[in-house]
């Protein structure tokens, strides 16, 4: 088995494009989704975004719109085709007497024009009925002072908005993101391995001779899986360690994630241990894929729908509290991965929650390889 084991692993790193395909495949992509995320969770005032109005309204708007600093005015004679042929995202279109309308207390009709299924049209959009909003509340204010009504009438309570649970949108993002990175970066990087290993070797009919070694079948098939999960192991920590450098001097939103709260070293021992049994976890589930495929082709076609399938708990994650999370979600493979990660990002190690989850990863990977290696017992799946 160490054999096997020392073979494969040697092979692997003196392969120049599975090194490509495992290590710098998954970097590049997590490196791009690092960016695009921060770019996503940047204020809305560090974007400037064109809106438009009728040359005649210009002046009015531009006194409406004054302190939106990510607004750009400018006046046009036809709002709606101007958005149309895309050199605004919004505009703002006004009768001809508005404010003479307004004086003599009518309502005038406003128009807000726009795209709400663009995000940067829907910011403008959104950013020019807060404008709107607030003028007309101006307006009531002005009117009820001249008929001696105290303006307070208006807003009989106060409401405050109080977190009570720890972590902020940063925290949030980062507890989704890692365990997403992580999930791709180990998939991606050992399916190409996972593939060649018992696929590649029917497809290259070496398979024959390998078995009429003096290895047993068993300890053949156990050093591939610990070739894959060293492999998976190396791709997740070094991922997710030029993402953390990458987080920590390039980025500002993501990089407020970071601030943990408690021991970061035992923070860090757990992401690590979690991070090998995950590993430990799509070793097996790749490999058994390897034994059911005839070619390396087929072997992959089978092992994609399941990288797929450890994506999905971060679409489910995401809107789940840290107060929410119960046994169930650890009890989960895979989404126990993302709730883990949600703790541990706010500084929450707890203890039946990690043991949980170490516990149902690695008892299920070895139910996997069991499974594995009954197939392995059998030419059919072998030859």
């Given at each position: ?16 494009r599975?090194?490509?395909?495992t ?18 969770m ?6 400037q ?19 939106k600093e990510?607004l750009?005015?400018?006046a ?16 703002l ?15 005038p ?6 795209d709400?299924?663009s ?7 959104s950013?020019?009925e ?18 001696n009504?105290e ?16 972590g ?10 890692i ?17 060649d ?13 390998l ?7 068993s300890?053949f098939?156990?050093?591939?899986w610990l ?19 990458e ?7 993501l ?15 757990v992401?690590l ?5 995950f590993?430990a ?35 489910f ?7 929410e ?8 493979p895979i ?26 990863n ?7 390889l069991?499974?594995?290696r009954?197939?392995?017992?059998k ?5």
């Amino acid at each position: 088995m160490l054999n096997i084991f020392k073979k494969e692993l040697k092979d692997t790193f003196r392969d120049k494009r599975t090194l490509l395909l495992t290590v710098f495949l998954p970097l590049m992509l997590m490196s791009a989704l690092v960016f695009f995320y921060e770019k996503m969770m940047a204020p809305d005032e560090d974007i400037q975004l064109h809106v438009v109005t009728e040359k005649e309204q210009q002046e009015f708007v531009k006194g409406l719109l004054d302190g939106k600093e990510n607004l750009e005015l400018r006046a046009v004679d036809d709002v709606e085709v101007t958005i149309q042929e895309g050199e605004a995202v919004a505009g703002l279109v006004l009768t001809g007497d508005f404010e003479q309308q307004i004086a003599a207390g009518n309502a005038p009709t406003v128009q807000i024009l726009g795209d709400e299924y663009s995000e940067n049209s829907y910011i403008a959009m959104s950013a020019i009925e807060m404008a709107l909003t607030q003028y007309s509340q101006a307006i009531v204010s002005e009117r009820l002072g001249q008929q001696n009504v105290e303006t307070s009438i208006l807003t009989p309570f106060t409401v405050n908005k109080v977190q009570v649970i720890e972590g902020d949108q940063s925290v949030q993002m980062m507890s989704f993101l890692i365990p997403m990175m992580l999930v791709i970066a180990v998939g991606i990087g050992i399916s190409s391995s996972a593939a060649d290993f018992i696929a590649g070797e029917k497809e290259r009919r070496t398979m024959e001779a390998l078995l009429m070694t003096p290895v047993n079948r068993s300890s053949f098939l156990l050093g591939k899986w610990l070739t894959l999960v060293i492999l998976a192991t190396v791709t997740g920590i070094l991922t997710l360690g030029i993402v953390f450098i990458e987080i920590y001097f390039f980025t500002e939103q993501l990089k407020a994630g970071l601030i943990m709260k408690g021991n970061v070293w035992l923070i860090g021992t757990v992401a690590l241990l979690i991070i090998i049994s995950f590993a430990a976890l799509m070793a097996s589930a790749l490999l058994l894929t390897s034994i059911f495929g005839k070619t390396v082709k087929e072997a992959q076609s089978y092992g994609t729908p399941i990288i797929m399938v450890g994506i999905l708990p971060a679409l489910f994650i995401t809107s789940v509290g840290l107060n929410e999370l119960s046994t169930t979600h650890f009890l989960v493979p895979i989404l126990n991965v993302f709730a883990i990660f949600k703790e541990l990002f706010v500084g929450v190690i707890d203890i039946e929650h990690v043991f949980l989850t170490l516990g149902v990863n690695i008892a299920l990977a070895l139910v996997i390889l069991a499974l594995g290696r009954i197939l392995f017992t059998k030419d059919k799946w072998v030859l």
